[in-house]
């Protein structure tokens, strides 16, 4: 892989992909930076410009799944991304999340969840059209 995709691209790429996307990392991702445990890639379908994806090259689904070395190396390598991100001049707030697939995912590829985390610039207000403004009435007790 060495260029990006659109959204309609992509999907149709990974409707015939076989087995987990993330993997095969070596071959079918743009790689940033390889570290021992993890690896810095682009997000070849990108939400916006410089979305980027950490990813564990051992296969594991769930944040608690991770080794306490694959843990120790991975605020290591969010740092080091955060900072080449910050470094360009058009980003200055970076976020960076993780969400599970299962087998509601549209695609087959998709449903073999493999761990990872989105990192990739925050501009203001681009969380808006998620925020829920009647949030702050959640009955927040009920989680002790």
């Keep these: 892989m060495s260029k990006l995709m659109t959204?309609?691209?992509?999907?149709?790429?990974?409707?015939?992909?076989?087995?987990?996307?993330?993997?095969?990392?070596?071959?079918?991702?743009?790689?940033?930076?390889?570290?021992?445990?993890?690896?810095?890639?682009?997000?070849?379908?990108?939400?916006?410009?410089y979305h980027t994806l950490i990813i564990p090259k051992r296969h594991f689904t769930e944040?608690?799944?991770?080794?306490?070395?694959?843990?120790?190396?991975?605020?290591?390598?969010?740092?080091?991304?955060?900072?080449?991100?910050?470094?360009?001049?058009?980003?200055?707030?970076?976020?960076?999340?993780?969400?599970?697939?299962?087998?509601n995912a549209p695609v087959e590829a998709l449903k073999i969840p493999h761990f990872h985390l989105n990192l990739m610039p925050d501009k203001e207000g681009s969380w808006n059209p998620i925020l829920n403004p009647e949030a702050y009435k959640t009955d927040i007790g009920v989680l002790r």
């Design 63 to 103: 944040f608690e799944d991770q080794t306490f070395k694959e843990a120790g190396e991975l605020l290591s390598v969010l740092h080091f991304a955060k900072k080449k991100l910050l470094d360009l001049k058009e980003v200055d707030r970076v976020v960076h999340f993780w969400r599970f697939r299962d087998e």
């Design 7 to 49: 959204r309609e691209q992509y999907n149709e790429y990974i409707k015939n992909y076989a087995g987990c996307a993330f993997c095969h990392y070596d071959e079918d991702q743009i790689i940033l930076k390889e570290f021992e445990h993890w690896v810095w890639i682009a997000n070849i379908a990108p939400y916006v410009p």
